[in-house]
């Protein structure tokens, strides 16, 4: 089945503590992207890949990293964690930059 | 800069009332790409549709239908006969052709189907 996998699904941690949130893409899909979302401000891109070893900046990057060493994965990295972060978090997969965004189930991350 | 408007925040209907959902958007290319998706109570954002700029033709999709409007800049959705299980937040997205995958989103809109 044709899919984009995140883990965590839910994850409450404290302000600082490093995390990693991962997602996997089984359709070799060149582009990938995350996104917030936040009520009413819809979903914000933080970061996209076209390709292996390629990312670039969103709207929101600030507070994120990324890395792209494998086609399939595209880790989003939380390096010091603050409140404003808390927030639903959506990683997508496309075969091109403009083809249909195919997304993950989401991780709701809560900073404390 | 590309931005999308949906000014709707919440819409309450009754099953089996028609409903739209108004779409506008804003950009300065010539070639650009408009997708509707549905984000259910579960949470997951389904994808409902994908529509290039050079393509002004209606689509119909069972009960959905969409409506392409380049003279308005609008990119309406019509839920005919509304289930209960139409209820969900809907997003409007636009994504222009520029190399980058960067897909712009409306603030979405609530629809709450009651019985």
């Known amino acids: 089945e044709a899919q984009v996998t995140q883990n965590p699904r839910y994850l409450i941690t404290v302000t600082g503590k490093k995390l990693t949130v991962t997602c996997s893409q089984n359709?070799?899909?060149?582009?990938m992207s995350w996104y917030r979302q936040d009520p009413g401000l819809g979903l914000r891109q933080i970061y996209y890949s076209m390709n292996v070893e390629v990312t670039d900046k969103g709207d929101v990057p600030e507070g994120y990293k990324v890395s792209r060493k494998e086609k399939r994965n595209f880790p989003l990295i939380l390096e010091s964690p603050s409140p404003n972060q808390t927030s639903l978090y959506f990683c997508?997969?496309?075969?091109?930059?403009?083809?249909?965004?195919?997304f993950g189930p989401g991780t709701r991350l809560t900073v404390l | 800069a590309q931005k999308v408007t949906q000014a709707q925040t919440e819409i309450s209907v009754v099953e089996k009332e028609d409903v739209t959902l108004d779409c506008v958007y804003e950009?300065?290319?010539?070639?650009?790409?408009l997708f509707w998706y549905k984000q259910p109570p579960s949470g997951e954002l389904v994808f409902l549709i994908r529509?290039?700029?050079?393509?002004?033709q209606n689509e119909i999709s069972g009960r959905y239908s969409w409506n392409f409007q380049k003279s308005t800049s609008s990119f309406n959705f019509t839920i005919t006969a509304s289930q209960v299980v139409d209820s969900a937040v809907y997003f409007c997205a636009l994504s222009e052709a520029t190399g980058f995958q960067k897909l712009v989103f409306g603030t979405g809109t609530r629809l709450l189907v009651s019985p």
């Open positions: 359709m070799n899909h060149e582009y």
């Open positions: 950009t300065r290319d010539t070639t650009y790409y």
């Open positions: 529509r290039n700029s050079f393509d002004e």
């Open positions: 997508a997969s496309s075969s091109s930059a403009t083809d249909t965004q195919y």
